[in-house]
Every structure is written in structure tokens, then in C-alpha cells.
């Protein structure tokens, strides 16, 4: 406890896990577990503890849910020579692994849907002197209720530091810095040089379970790192520099070398962040190998930026109001049927492509499964034949798996097979198919494949798990007598549900009952296995012959032969047969009915026996590893392979997407100009689908009319009438298209977007002293410093959050920016009638010319009280907001609303 005093520690100990001293009792009560005291010749110890099988539950709680650090000691067996050392003690027990949130590897309560990044994020600047060593974890969300990252006094919270915000001297260049991440799961590496203006919204698109930083970096004066993470509530971990420094110390755990392009395009901030990175996930896994995929240059990749405000607002991964995956824009279009696959369509709508050349390469792929839809189909269910392989290589890559992970990739390895199969009859030379078919390399892959079918026992897994789930059912049996004899109702609602369930545990006769062997590889898998299963065939043999032989000795037909923990090898009698024993031999235990006793002959064949049974297990397990050795051998074409199944998953995931809801295939080019006939927002429209309703289409022709020409459009309208939708759903559309999936459209040409920003909704950022105009200014500066020509930007109700005149004066000044200056695609919705006369008063909407152009929505009015919104958006400005009528929707008391029409009237008469 006190080398990992981090860490909590779980210590295994037979059939449980078990937490001492201080950890028990902070731990216990947060576990739901009952902290007893042991007596120990030191004192009383305070414990606590679960089953084994439980493992993964309470990890789960640990490190996802208390953002704790873990070790876990397990048991290992000593040798002949280890137990003399020791003192006779059969196992020793170490910390075999440190498990953080950011460094997960095949933990069942990973998101099967989402990567499980850690990133590293190193400063470039000269490190003040006095900096900690060492590495401890800080949690800026826990820190403010009162509970750490880690149970370590010398740790402390970004919050803790009292930072301000981090805005700094506008004229000082923004602080440089490196970053690299890393999946431990999946392999995948990544580095990024940027600025610190820049970090939210690359935190927003990675959203990393974990934040490494140099421990030097803590002595430094404020620069703002501190407060954007503690702003969105990262896990942050202090670490210090090891002996990683230079890219050629990356080598050993890379799975191939880095192309030589890439290795002289790294930055020095790049390398240090690696650096770290590496060295930090080294220590967690404590001497496990690790085979990564080269890192790759987010330089070199061509995305669309998305910042963090658009992300949010967008509701793009989640939604606003509740933080929910349903609602939200990947919710509306997943259709994959893999774990991996659902990865990657995370990965490409965080990061759409600006690559015309990627871009028409996956709707060109998704055209094709929309023609052929037996293709598409047959596809998919090869798909929902395979694995999450991405993750199974990894966890041979980690030198973990077992021989359900074989059988697994096995099946996969088939299932690719099939597709290339399927693909290569569809195909042609020039076609889309063609380049995903001549990516897979399956020659070395299927040889592993039959390898693996020819040594495991399928049968025999089946088997083993189900003496796994008898010794599970054991320790539980076990856990609900003590309950039951000492615990309280309470601790009994503590045990899983259905526990009672389980399979009957094994009683110790049946346990070694020679029907109950299970063997994981099949006999033919080594030539060793093949010989040592026929002498234990002989050997079984023997033993029937001796049974028979003792039989015919004693006159006792009832007589068996068995094995015991307490009394070896013996021979047992029972009923009439015991009674009628002879008087000569000496009885081990013996009652009315039965009797038992030991037979030379017995001792030495059950020795023989033992032995011939260690032997299978040796060679099993030789086998075994020779068959991951194999697995990491193969690693480079497994990965390659697998990233062709994640991206024939999504396309076949648009195809069927496409045709369930009528998308269009969008056209790409180089322009400025965004053309979208009877565009729909993709999630709205879903949502009235199921209300009964339908959604109004609208046209977008933003920077239609020429090379200037209404590049901005100012829309106005009533509140409730689809303002907002309109600039969110052609932003989405935007993102879809630049994505490779079809869109909900008639009709869309767009010329590629570089970057997405928003400024939609309202929010304050209280602890950082910041009221709802203060952050709605900070983001409107940073679209305006930000945005380029080929940018597209959606700005809803600028200045709203102060007077009339100066949210006019703030919001034309935007428009007038945005028009004159950025040049740049805009949707612009105001209530500030006056911002349309300013633009016309200055020439900016000049008919046929200006860069901006008017467009409205309206009310529907009967003349009786009744009206109905027009979504339908038509040239020109509508200057009545109707805000009253919202007013009365939302119930507001009708005095209320009399006297806001007598104050409205009075208003409209000036």
C-alpha cells in the first residue's frame, strides 16, 4: 500500500478481493460493503471484500464512477525452491496491474462505442524549478464535492489553484503546446501540435477519459491549461518524465516503424508530449508489452474543424439539455452492427474530411450498397458474424487474451474472408469495391485462422465455463451464508441479483471425477498434446482394469476409485460391501455404510494419472501462446484488415440509412457556395415522424449568386417559428455530407467547409466569473478571429444578453465583420429588426449584389385569435417577433400578458 499509495488496493485471496485499513474503510461504505475487523497478532485490521467474479463491477464504480486509481494484487503460485523461500507459502502475491480511466485495455465496462483515450499534453515552456515528481491523479470534478481524484495528501485540483480566466494579454501569441493520445485498447496513437486557444475544442473532439501533464508544469505561473480542464472536468494526472525522450525510444512499442516522412515532420512539442504519454502508460501496465500502431500527425489529416461550442450545440454526440446520446445527431444516423464500426462513425462526425478524393470515394462506396441491396445485406451479416477486432488484436498486442479471443478472431478472420469473397464477385477494376478488396490481406491471417480451429476445443470452452460459473456460484453460496449468519438485510440487497440462481456449486468428488476433465486444446493441436492424451487414455484404461481387479480382491462391487484434497488417492466401499471389508487392511475413515482405504497400486497409477494430466495442461498452455505469439506476428494485417470491416460497416450503416429516410447524395466541390434545395434536420424530423407530423423543408442558397453575393443570410421571425432549426440543421447537413453520408435534402452542392463554428443558446459560466453576455462575446471573438473564407458559421441572437441598442450595435458589428472581413458562409437570426436597416443604410444588401441577403418566417393569423407558425422561410424581414403569443403557449397568466400588451402598445406608438 504504501509503493501504490495512489492506488486502491485489491488484494486477491482465494476465491475474493479483499481491501485493508484505511482503504476498507474509506472504500467499504462507497462500495456497499461491510467493513469488518480482523484480528491479527498486530491488532485488529479493518477488510472488506467481494468475489472474484465480481471484479469488473466493482472496478467499474472505482475507476469510472470515482475516478479512482487501482492496483490489483493477484496470486501467483511459487514453485518448489519459492515456497522453501517463503516459508511454505503456496502463492505470492503481487500488483500484476494499475488500472485508470484512461488505460483500460478489455474491462467490461469500457463503452464499447466510444474510444478510451488518455492524453498527454506537454507546455512549451521552460519549467519553473520545484517541481513535484512523481504521479498523482486529481480530478477537478471530484475535487469540488470533496472528493480527490486519489487518496493522496500531496495531490491537488486544477481547481485548487484559484485560476482565472484564461484569456491573458490579447496580444501575446497564444501558448504553444504538444499533444499526443492514445487508445491502450484499440493501439491507435496520435499527435497534434496547437495552441491553447485551440485546446477545448480538440478536448471536446478527442474527449479524453484522462489528462496527463509534466509534474514540472504545476510550479509554472498560470497560463490557462488549468482552468480549461478544470472548466469541462478532466481527470487530470501529474506524471514525470522517464526514460522515453526521443522518437527512437518509441520503437520498441510500436508495431512497425514510422515512414521516415513522418518521423522528420515532428515537432519537438509533438515528441515531448509522446514522450510522456508513453512513458506514463509503461508504468501502468507494469512490465506488460505493448504494440502500438505509429503514431499518426493529426497535421496530416485532412478534417474539418469542428469548435467545442459547435459541438455542444449541435448536439452532435449528445444533447443539450440532458447530456443523452439519444437525441442527438449520432444516435439519428447509426445503423452499424459493429462495436468497432460505431468507433469510427464517432470518429469521422467529430472529425468530418475536407478531402474531395475521400469524400467521393464513400459515397461511392455507399451508391453501391444502395443499388445492390442483396450485397449490402449479405455484408451486413458477415459484419454481425465478426468480433471487435480492433480490440481483440490489442489485447494479444498487451499479451493478454485467451482462447475465447482466439476462437473470436478466428471467426472473424472468416467472416472476412467471406466479404472479400462477395466483393471480389461485384466488382470491377475501376470500382470502389476493388480498392476495399485489394486493401485486405488475409494469406497469413487464414493460415492463423486454421491454426486456431484445428487447436482449440470449442466444446471444451463451453465446459470450462461452466466450471467457472460453479466455482462462481460457490464463492456466492459462500458470500450469502455469511450474510446470512452475520450480515443484516442490507448487505444481503449488496449481492447480486439472481445469485441464487447459479449453477449448483461442485462438490469435491465431482470436481475430480476423471468425466469431469476439460481440456481447451483439442489433442491433434501438437504432437506432444496427441501423445500424452493417448497415455492418458491408456492410463484410464488401467484404472478401469484396477477397479476390477480391487473388485474381484475384496468381493466389493460397490468399490471406486477416488481422490481427495485431505486423503490422496483412495479406495472407497459402501453399503453391505463395507461391512464384509477385510479385517487386514486398515480403514482412513469408515462408517455404517462406508469405508475407505488406500491401495498401493491405486497411489501409483493416481500419480501417474496427475502427472499425465499436468502434462496436458503444460502443452496446452505452450500451445496457447505459441497461437497469441502468432496473433501479435500477424498484428499490421489484422489491424489493416479490421479498419476495412469498420468502413465497410459504416458505408453499408449510410446505405441502409439512405433508404430508410429518403437521402440525397450531396455534390462536393472547391467553391465558396452552399446550395441546398428542400433541406430537413435530421433529428427534429425524426421526432415529429413519431409525433405524426411533418417537417417544412427550406432552401439554403448561401453564396449562391456570385463570388460575393449573399454569402450571409439575416433571418428574422418570430420566436417558435424555426430560426434556430434552420441554422442547425444546415450546418448538420454540412457535416453529413463532408462525412460521406447522403443528406436529408432534394437536392445539395456545397463547396467544402474547413470549419464549423456556432454561437447558439445561451449559458453563463459561473466559476469562472463569467456572465451569460461575457461568454457569448468570448465566443463571438473567437469565431471572428477564427473563421476563413471557406468556413461556415451559424450566429443566433447576437447580443441579446444586454440593452437593445447595444446588442444591435454588438450584432451588426458582427454581421458587418463576418461580411467584410471573414468573407465566410453565415446564417445570421436576429430579433434586432434595426441590424437589416443598417446592413441595407451601408450597401451590404444591395439586391442582386450585397453580401447579405434578408430572409423571414411568419405567423398564419385567422383574424379570430388562432394562427399557426409558417416555417416556409421567404425573402424580406418580418419585424413582429410575436413573443406574446409564445408567451400565452407557455401558460403565462393572462394579467400577466395584458399588461405586457398595454407596455408593447405603448412601445409601438413611439
Known sequence: MQKFDNCVLLTRVGGFYELYFEHAEEYGPLLNLKVAQKKTNAGPVSMAGFPFFQLDRFLK??????????AV????????????KSGGLMHDRRVARIITPGT????????PYANNYVLAVHTMVTPLEGGADGAVATSAAAEEEGQGGVPDSSSHSVTDRNVTPATGDPAAPPLPLGLAWLDLSTGQFYTQTTDLSALPSILSRICPKEVVIDSGTQAQADHGLFSILAEDRHLVTYSSFGEIRCLSDWAPMLESDIPPATRDAFTEGEVMAGSLLLHYVKEQLLGLSMKLQPPMRHENMQIMSIDKNSMRSLEIKQTIRDGNFRGSLL????????KSGARLLNDWLSAPSTSLDIIKFRQDLVARFIEEPDLRDAVVLLLRRSHDSQRLVQKFALGRGDPDDLVALANTIHATDSIRQLLTKATDESSCLARMTARLDLKGPLRLARRIKEAIDEEG??????????????MMALAQEIVSTQGTQEDAAVLPKGAAKKKRPTSVREAYADDNETWIMKPQASPVLRQVHADLAALHAEKETLTETLRDEHGATSLTLRWSPALGHFCHIKGKDARSISSNIRALSSSKSTSSFHAPEWTRLGQQLEHARHSIRTEEQRVFYTLRAAVVLNLVKLRRNAAVLDELDVATSFAK?????????PLLNNSTAHTIIGGRHPTVEGGLHEQGRNFVRNDCLVGSGGSSAGRLWLITGPNMAGKSTFLRQNALITILAQVGCYVPADYAELGVVDAIFSRVGSADNLYRDQSTFMVEMMETAQILRGATPRSFVIMDEIGRGTTPEDGTAVAYACLHHLVTVNQCRTLFATHFHKVADLAIAEGLADD??????MYCTDVDEDGEGG??????????????????????LANMPEGAISVAQKVLGIHQKL
Open 61 to 70: 464504480i472505482l475507476v469510472q464512477d470515482l475516478n479512482r486509481y487501482v
Open 73 to 84: 494484487a493477484e496470486e501467483f503460485p511459487n514453485n518448489a525452491p519459492e515456497k522453501v
Open 104 to 111: 483500460l485495455i478489455d474491462e467490461n465496462f469500457m463503452d
Open 331 to 338: 444516435h439519428a444516423i447509426r445503423r452499424t452492427v459493429t
Open 461 to 474: 470452452i463451453v465446459h470450462h465455463h461452466e466450471m467457472e460459473e460453479s466455482e462462481a456460484g460457490k
Open 657 to 665: 440509412l439512405a433508404v430508410e429516410q429518403g437521402l440525397t447524395r
Open 848 to 853: 442582386g449584389k450585397g453580401g447579405v441577403e
Open 867 to 888: 394562427f399557426i407558425y409558417v416555417h416556409k422561410l421567404r425573402k424580406g424581414v418580418n419585424r413582429q417577433s410575436h413573443a406574446l403569443k409564445v408567451a400565452r
